[in-house]
């Protein structure tokens, strides 16, 4: 291996293992959570956002009944969650949670926690959901989507 090839090579391990922990570490602070779906509106208890410590998660993950997709919820603040379909604009893939927000492994489309688009080819944003706390639940109506 000549010089040029070995700091190639250093490079790429390095940018790899950056990846993979800013990805452990989005992973970290995230929940997958089973949620029940009545006609387009899942409900969530907002107890999912908090770990055994008590302490809050950024970001949990919504399998609902029925739903062929992923739904990112990202907490803001105690009463504000922006919840993000995870299905790529570009192609229609499945999305990952990353520190910065979301990224698609298909063709490298990145965006941020708002679902807007850091990186192409998607040109589109994410599809918001309209969102609102009612008691101890986080509501998510998949039929209002937010402009
Ligand atoms: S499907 Fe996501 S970038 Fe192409």
Redesign the pocket.
């Known amino acids: 291996m000549d010089r040029r090839n070995f700091i190639f090579n250093s490079i790429s391990l390095a940018a790899g293992s950056l990846g993979l922990s800013m990805y452990l570490s989005a992973c970290g602070t995230q929940k997958q959570v089973q949620a029940s779906n009545k006609s387009g509106l899942i409900t969530l208890p907002l107890q999912s956002f908090k770990n055994e410590k008590g302490e809050y998660r950024e970001m949990v993950s919504v399998n609902a009944e029925g739903v062929p997709y992923v739904i990112f919820v990202f907490r803001k603040t105690e009463s504000e969650f922006t919840a993000l379909k995870g299905m790529?604009?570009?192609?229609?893939?499945d999305?990952n949670p990353v520190q910065t927000g979301l990224d698609?492994?298909?063709?490298?489309?990145r965006f941020n926690k708002e679902g807007t688009v850091l990186n192409?080819?998607?040109s589109k944003n994410l599809t918001r959901y309209f969102t609102s706390v009612s008691g101890n639940d986080l509501l998510i109506n998949l039929n209002k989507v937010i402009p």
């Open positions: 790529c604009t570009h192609n229609a893939c999305l698609c492994p298909c063709h490298g489309s192409g080819p998607a």
